[in-house]
């Protein structure tokens, strides 16, 4: 399986991070946070549709139901 994920590659970098092999998890390369405004732009936008926070212009809010949630965590 690790020669497997070894072959992987697009270019000269690895397209996984991580592999699973004899119930143990593996990190093949080391990952840092990058161009990350698309996914937290979906996971704003996700809480927003679900009346978790609320958006006005760059300014998010939490709102009551998402402080609810927090607290019961």
Same mark, same amino acid.
């Given at each position: 399986?690790?020669?497997? +994920?070894?072959?992987?590659? @697009? *270019?000269?970098?690895?397209?996984?991070? +991580?592999? !699973? /092999? $004899?119930?143990?998890?593996?990190? #093949?390369? /080391? &990952?840092?946070?990058?161009?990350? &405004?698309?996914?937290? %732009?979906?996971? !704003?936008?996700?809480?927003? $549709? @679900? *009346?978790?926070?609320?958006? $006005? *212009?760059? #300014?998010?809010? !939490?709102?009551? %139901? *998402?402080?609810?949630? @927090? /607290?019961? @965590?």
């Amino acid at each position: 399986m690790f020669t497997s +994920y070894q072959k992987s590659r @697009i *270019g000269q970098g690895l397209v996984h991070n +991580y592999m !699973i /092999e $004899d119930n143990m998890a593996w990190r #093949l390369r /080391e &990952t840092s946070p990058r161009r990350t &405004t698309p996914r937290l %732009d979906n996971a !704003i936008q996700y809480l927003t $549709d @679900i *009346g978790l926070v609320t958006k $006005d *212009g760059k #300014l998010v809010r !939490i709102t009551h %139901d *998402g402080l609810m949630l @927090i /607290e019961g @965590i």
